[in-house]
Every structure is written in C-alpha cells, then in structure tokens.
C-alpha cells in the first residue's frame, strides 16, 4: 500500500513501495464546460469540486459567477478566453490590458491562476494568425499588473499534426509549422507550456483496423508499439509524445505539455462509447498522469491533465460530445472516478 504524507496542501511525499518520491497533491483537474441549459450554477459545480478533492478546474472563458466563487476555494484555474475576443487581444494592447483588468486583477489575490489560453483549438485556422499577437499582448498586460508569473499559452488539439506514427516521427503540419515554431520560441523563452487536448478515443475511432481498445483504453500491460529504444503501452503516451517530437523539431526542447483535455464518451457509438470503457478510460487515465511514470520521452514526472469534462452537455453537438461528462446535470454521477490516487 501506498503511503501519503502531506506536509502542506500542495506538497505530498508519496512512500511507494519503499521508493521516494515527490508529487503534487490533486494534480488532475477537470474541465468546467458550460454547453448546456440544464446545468447547476457555479456555487453548487464548485462545491461538488471541493467535496471530489479536485483542486484544478479549466474554464473555457472568464465566467463572471465562477469566478466569484473559485475565490478562496483552494481551486486553481486555466482561464480560456472566447475564440472571439481573440482578434481584438492581438490587435489592441488596450484591450488586453482591460481584459486583464475584469478577469485576472479582481481575483488574483484569491484564485491561483495556473495559464491562461488565448485561445482554443483555433489553429489550423483563420483564427491560428492572430494567437501569439494575442498572447503576447497578455504577457504585456500581466507584467504591468504585476502578474508576471501568471503563464500565457494556447490550447492545439492534434490536429496540428501532419505526422503522429511513430511518435518520434511526430511533427507539424506544413501549414501550421511556422505559426506552432514562433509560439514555441515565446513558450521556449517565458518558460511556459503549450496545453494540449489528447483524445486517444478520437485516434481509435478513425483508425480501428490499426489501433487496439485494448491500446487506447491503457489495458495493455505489454509493450504495443515499438519506436526505436521506447515502447509504448498506451495510446495516450504515443500522441503526447508525437507532440513532444513536434515541438523538438522547431526548438521547443524545453517546452513541457500540459495536457488541457483528455476523456472518453459513454453514449452514443456503440460498444466503444459505453459507461464501461469511459470509466475505465478516465480512472487509468488520472492513475498513469499522477504516478511518475510520465511518457516513455519525458519519463520520471506527473503529467499534468484536465479530464473532459464535469458534465454531459446538452448544447454541443448531438451524438457523443455531449456524453463526456463525469455527471449529469443533477449532479449525479455518469460512473465513478477515483481523482484521489
Ligand atoms: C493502417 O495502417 C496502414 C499502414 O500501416 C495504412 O496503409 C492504412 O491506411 C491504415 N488504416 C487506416 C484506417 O488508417
Ligand atoms: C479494461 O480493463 C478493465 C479492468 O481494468 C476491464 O474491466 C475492461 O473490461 C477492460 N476493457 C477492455 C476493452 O479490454
Ligand atoms: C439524474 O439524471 C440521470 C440522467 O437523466 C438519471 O438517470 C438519474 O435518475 C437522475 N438522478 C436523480 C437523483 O434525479
């Protein structure tokens, strides 16, 4: 059994199995995601959180009543912006530094803002050009706020990936390249780290001859895939660390992945999108990112991760988005995941 020793609420020595090791407490968070019109207000989703132990959340914009009450509640916070704002933070330092001024200043002293994105998965795209211009003005309007250590990022799904097999063999899409090397270099240089959404459910479903469940569920306890010196057990591992080969073949060596979303739908495709394999998924899920395992290319640490997402929404698109929800709107729970390892 594994022994855990909290000398403060973010600081954990985990005894394992006789071996040491340092972890953060409560390092997997979920996504507040708010698509929908059956959804219980913010104080009660917050409350929820606190009773589950979970002490990150990611909200997709600055959400007024969230906001208030992630205040004080030992809740940290990635702050999306809307997709929309996204043009005006590129192309006035004035509004950057007033969206600075509504939705990081009033509640800096009381909410550990952990990055804020601008932007999310707006690249490729007609959004993609205006991203690091936005970011770089919000670097700009927390430095003069004194919110420097605050990073600012971008969220990219995989989709900015031509190649992903074998991971080390992972790189940008020509077309994304040169915007996904310039926002490297500003990560590179701030320290901070690109936020990825990993989806090895949505590799499975458009590759089933090639992939396995068993691979993209991390039911595998042998080694499936074979790349070079590394192997690879889940799917998981394989597309982070096909990002990780990416940003190394435009200079981001030292830029760490965060992963913004992960998750499993339980309804609506079969046999594949059942309460069975989304609860399987989730719980190994939040297992493999809080050991130390890390990924066969960046092994030996936690990684950290957003489950998709607190509630099934009923405002996305019909079919499985709107089953990835840890619960229903009631507040009852889809099926049990265990967030405290
Ligand atoms: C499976 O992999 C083979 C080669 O490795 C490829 O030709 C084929 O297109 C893949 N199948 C799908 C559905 O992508
Ligand atoms: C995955 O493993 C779990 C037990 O950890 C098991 O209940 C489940 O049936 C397995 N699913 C598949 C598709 O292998
Ligand atoms: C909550 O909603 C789910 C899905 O609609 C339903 O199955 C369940 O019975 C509800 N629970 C309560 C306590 O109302």
């Not at 997709?60 to 208030?68: H, T």
């Not at 926002?183 to 989806?199: C, D, G, H, Q, R």
């Not at 459910?201 to 691979?215: K, M, V």
Request: hydrophobic share 40%; glycine share 8%; net charge negative.
């Amino acid at each position: 059994m594994n022994q855990l020793l909290c000398f403060t609420s973010a600081f954990c020595l985990i005894l394992f199995h006789g071996h040491l090791s340092i972890a953060e407490a409560g390092l997997v968070g979920v996504n507040y995601g708010m698509l929908g019109n059956n959804l219980p207000p913010p104080s009660e989703v917050i409350a929820l959180l606190k009773s589950r132990q979970i002490t990150r959340v990611r909200l997709f914009d600055p959400n007024y009543n969230a906001l208030q009450v992630l205040q004080g509640s030992g809740i940290d916070v990635i702050l999306g912006i809307l997709n929309q704002d996204l043009q005006n933070l590129a192309s006035d330092l004035s509004f950057a530094r007033n969206w600075v001024q509504e939705n990081v200043i009033p509640y800096s002293e009381a909410v550990t803002f952990r990055c804020i994105s601008a932007g999310n998965e707006v690249i490729p795209g007609d959004l993609a050009v205006h991203v690091l211009p936005a970011m770089r003005n919000l670097k700009t309007a927390l430095g003069e706020a004194n919110l420097e250590e605050i990073p600012v990022s971008t969220t990219v799904s995989t989709a900015v990936l031509g190649n992903s097999y074998p991971p080390s063999r992972g790189e940008f899409t020509k077309e994304v390249s040169p915007t996904m090397k310039s926002i490297t270099e500003f990560l590179a240089a701030a320290k901070s780290p690109l936020l990825v959404n990993v989806y090895p459910y949505f590799a499975y479903i458009y590759d089933q001859q090639n992939i396995s469940l068993t691979y993209a569920l991390f039911n595998s306890s042998e080694v499936v895939v074979k790349d070079g010196q590394l192997g690879y057990k889940n799917l998981f591992d394989a597309i982070t660390d096909a990002v990780y080969s990416a940003l190394e073949k435009v200079g981001g060596n030292s830029v760490v992945i965060v992963v913004s979303e992960s998750g499993w739908p339980s309804n609506e495709n079969g046999e594949i999108a059942t309460i069975a394999n989304a609860q399987t998924y989730n719980n190994k899920l939040i297992a493999h990112v809080s050991g130390a395992s890390g990924t066969p290319k960046r092994p030996g640490r936690s990684i950290d991760t957003y489950v998709f997402a607190i509630f099934n929404e009923n405002l996305k698109p019909p079919g499985t988005e709107q089953h990835f929800g840890l619960y229903y709107p009631n507040m009852t729970e889809v099926y049990h995941v265990e967030f405290t390892q």
